[in-house]
DNA sequence: ATTATCTATAGATCTATAGATAATGC
DNA sequence: ATTATCTATAGATCTATAGATAATGC
């Protein structure tokens, strides 16, 4: 048979990209282990033995799925990770969250896929490992001579830099993480879910700038 | 043979409750789904057969496992729930914050299995949700009171107590649902994780305290 | 007679591939 | 000839049960 899937009565684009849609639908839902190649090829509509013909394994599917992912999201976040020496400093701090969290927000289903791989899959994260610590130790090192600048000028409270990133990044990725507990209590209007997200946000940003700059 | 499992060459303690701790073992690294009947069975040193003779389902042995782990938490966390008019507000909070986080970091695979059961079968969690929700009501309530009355006092910064609830709620919780990241990252020395927990917890009074009581 | 255990196996999945067959591009 | 597709199937698991067999408690 194989009909080109531009006649009629198939469903509009190639294969390939429908399969690699479908796959990144799931993965994102389910993570790697759950997500099967039988349940993909069948949202693609196409015969699973399709999806090994155009990627050769589950593996690599995923690993395509996530590059485009991490990808989008390093582009995203790589513009405001490095901290210049001038500018005020809580701007460019809160500038950092702000992107940071927008991201997630916009991409509800990313931190819960990651951290699905992380803890149950992490040697698929292999080749993103050395890109993302050193993307990190950058952060970091511009951030701390920033932040020891205002802290020895008395401007801030002194903080471990370290405990003040962890907080940072877990307040904004459990955020995202306990999406699936909130459904279970609030009310299923998606606005709702973009209304806390919007508080949520600006709580997590009054809670690090008192952390920060206020008086005890 | 039915061989009784307090002759030489066997293991100590009955199969039930071997099978029952190799259950626990399992589901609490690796959640319900990726924890297998068969690789239970194996770590118990019993053939599969004797799981579904003492428990009948997968289901109903990690209901147990469950089970105890749940009320293993409520017992502990239970008598700091509930606050009290008198006392020191800040000291009340301060303790129950305390007696959370100690729990999860002396139990510290329970909040990551709990988070994957509640993201990949949260219906597992039916018979609980109901008390669960009748406990975090009861929380909220009492300390609604308290910190309304510091609030209007001019005593503590003006907060959604909602928003405060979260914020600590995560950043305990994700302490411990981190770990995986953190053991990429560090040191094996298991002693450094004892140490970062210390750190985090004390850095998470300091957030907190600082949210509420820090002058902008 | 009851309880505990083992072997064997059913019936569902899963990932992956082999091999046949049809459409497309020369 | 190459590319795309389908059918069929191998080989691993998984959960769960049936049925035989041995040990224990009367």
Not at 34 to 60: D, N, S
Not at 185 to 206: N, S, V
Request: net charge neutral; glycine share 8%.
């Amino acid at each position: 048979m194989a009909k080109r899937n531009t006649e009629p009565g198939t469903v509009q684009g190639n294969t390939e990209q429908r399969i690699m849609d479908a796959a990144e639908e799931l993965f994102l839902d389910r993570g790697y282990m759950l997500a099967t190649t039988v349940k993909i090829a069948e949202r693609a509509g196409v015969t699973h033995a399709m999806l090994h013909y155009y990627f050769r394994t589950k593996e690599q599917i995923f690993l395509k799925v996530l590059d485009k992912n991490l990808n989008g999201f390093i582009g995203a976040v790589r513009p405001v990770m490095t901290a210049t020496a001038n500018g005020n400093v809580w701007e460019t701090l809160k500038g950092g969250i702000t992107v940071f969290f927008d991201y997630l927000n916009s991409h509800r289903r990313l931190a819960p896929m990651l951290y699905d791989v992380l803890r149950n899959n992490p040697e698929l994260l292999r080749s993103y490992r050395e890109g993302l610590a050193e993307m990190s130790e950058r952060v970091r090192t511009s951030h701390v001579t920033m932040l020891l600048k205002e802290m020895d000028g008395g401007r801030m409270n002194r903080t471990d830099i370290g405990q003040l990133f962890y907080s940072i990044l877990t307040m904004c990725i459990s955020t995202f993480l306990t999406i699936p507990v909130l459904d279970g209590m609030q009310g299923k209007d998606p606005e709702d879910l973009d209304r806390f997200m919007d508080a949520r946000k600006t709580e997590i940003l009054d809670t690090i700038y008192l952390r920060l700059y206020g008086k005890a």
